[in-house]
């Protein structure tokens, strides 16, 4: 789903279904319908690997600003510490500064979690048939996601004009945007510098600051596209509105 449509999402137990055909409770009617769609292919989703590449994207963004006032642009990969403290120290050809970020944790949030037989109808808005679908999910998982970002640098001033733009990206969050939504939020939540303070003979000492990231989003459920008919058919945003 692209990151321009108007979400509204809602929980209910009746009056929005057309059951017309049925007489079984549309609240009933409607988990039934969807528990019969759903295998294990469309019940996949992919909320994890979205959101670690938007950071990605995002922080891969960053630059700043060398002596000769010609602006760098900073490369962010897909690693944990450990990994980006034994390339530094093995490969001579990596160009500090580079920013790294892995997932760290993720569990489940209780005070945002909705109970298993809640449904949830979503408005999606299609740009080329410009006419609003009504689909409908099972609710899904509140989680906690966290991330851990570090910055590693050579040179003070460098660190810092990098520290700044993750503040200023993170202010006070950032919309975590992705197929399933564009309404999750991310924040810092904690900052630590972890800069080598003593180094070898002949080595450089690598400066470091790490973010610890939180992200507050949803796990989707498998959603379903309910037509004129009153019919549930499976959604595929890519192919069936588009």
Same mark, same amino acid.
């Given at each position: 789903?692209?990151?321009?449509?108007?979400?509204?999402?809602?929980?209910?137990?009746?009056?929005?279904?057309?059951?017309?055909?049925?007489?079984?409770?549309?609240?009933?009617?409607?988990?039934?319908?969807?528990?019969?769609?759903?295998?294990?292919?469309?019940?996949?989703?992919?909320?994890?690997?979205?959101? @670690?590449?938007?950071?990605?994207?995002?922080?891969?963004?960053? %630059? &700043?600003? #060398?002596?000769?006032?010609?602006? /760098? *642009?900073?490369?962010?990969?897909?690693?944990?510490?450990?990994?980006?403290?034994?390339?530094?120290?093995?490969?001579?050809?990596?160009?500090?500064?580079?920013?790294?970020?892995?997932?760290?944790?993720?569990?489940?949030?209780?005070?945002?979690?909705?109970?298993?037989?809640?449904?949830?109808?979503?408005?999606?808005?299609?740009?080329?048939?410009?006419?609003?679908?009504?689909?409908?999910?099972?609710?899904?998982?509140?989680?906690?996601?966290?991330?851990?970002?570090?910055?590693?640098?050579?040179?003070?001033?460098?660190?810092?004009?990098?520290?700044?733009?993750?503040? @200023?990206?993170?202010?006070?969050?950032?919309?975590?945007?992705? %197929? &399933?939504? #564009?309404?999750?939020?991310?924040? /810092? *939540?904690?900052?630590?510098?972890?800069?080598?303070?003593?180094?070898?003979?002949?080595?450089?000492?690598?400066?470091?600051?790490?973010?610890?990231?939180?992200?507050?989003?949803?796990?989707?459920?498998?959603?379903?596209?309910?037509?004129?008919?009153?019919?549930?058919?499976?959604?595929?945003?890519?192919?069936?509105?588009?």
């Amino acid at each position: 789903m692209s990151f321009n449509k108007f979400i509204q999402l809602e929980s209910t137990s009746s009056g929005i279904f057309s059951t017309s055909s049925t007489s079984l409770d549309p609240y009933v009617w409607a988990r039934r319908k969807i528990a019969e769609r759903t295998n294990r292919k469309n019940s996949i989703p992919f909320f994890y690997k979205q959101s @670690l590449q938007y950071l990605i994207s995002k922080l891969g963004t960053l %630059s &700043y600003l #060398n002596s000769e006032t010609e602006l /760098i *642009d900073v490369k962010c990969v897909h690693a944990n510490p450990e990994r980006t403290v034994a390339k530094l120290k093995q490969e001579t050809n990596i160009i500090l500064p580079i920013l790294s970020i892995s997932q760290t944790t993720s569990e489940n949030d209780d005070q945002r979690r909705r109970g298993q037989p809640q449904v949830v109808t979503e408005t999606f808005w299609s740009e080329k048939k410009k006419r609003a679908y009504r689909l409908i999910s099972f609710a899904p998982r509140a989680v906690n996601v966290e991330y851990g970002i570090n910055i590693w640098a050579k040179y003070k001033s460098n660190l810092d004009q990098l520290v700044e733009q993750v503040r @200023l990206l993170f202010n006070p969050h950032l919309i975590i945007k992705s %197929s &399933y939504t #564009n309404v999750a939020k991310a924040y /810092i *939540d904690m900052e630590t510098d972890q800069s080598t303070v003593e180094t070898a003979d002949r080595q450089d000492r690598i400066l470091r600051r790490s973010f610890s990231i939180k992200l507050e989003g949803y796990i989707p459920n498998p959603r379903f596209l309910i037509t004129s008919t009153g019919k549930i058919e499976e959604f595929n945003s890519e192919t069936t509105l588009y």
